[in-house]
């Protein structure tokens, strides 16, 4: 009977995990639709937009969503290394090696 109980408490668990990820995607979607638009329109560039309550301009606002999906790819990047560390191929010039 107990078994039960942690099995439906993990599916459970697991369901509420997906449905938190998938409105995180469905929020950074919108993000980046929202910015590939913005670079494509003939937007006024200087014009004042809110941030989590914080003005900005909207170059201020692309250039900080650019360093967030950064952050993120250097996050990627990191797991990516350390699940693969023996097959990992640097992206750069790998350290402790001569490159002539």
Do not use: C
Not at 55 to 67: G, K, T, W
């Amino acid at each position: 009977m107990a078994g039960h109980g942690l099995i439906g408490l993990e599916a459970t668990m697991a369901l509420g995990e997906k449905k938190r990820k998938n409105r995180k995607l469905r929020i950074k979607e919108r993000t980046l639709s929202l910015t590939f638009r913005t670079l494509s329109a003939k937007t006024d560039l200087l014009r004042t937009v809110t941030i989590r309550g914080e003005p900005h301009s909207v170059i201020e606002a692309i250039e900080r969503q650019m360093y967030h999906y950064s952050y993120h790819i250097g996050q990627i990047v990191y797991i990516a290394k350390q699940l693969n560390a023996n097959n990992w191929k640097t992206l750069t010039i790998p350290r402790n090696r001569k490159t002539t």
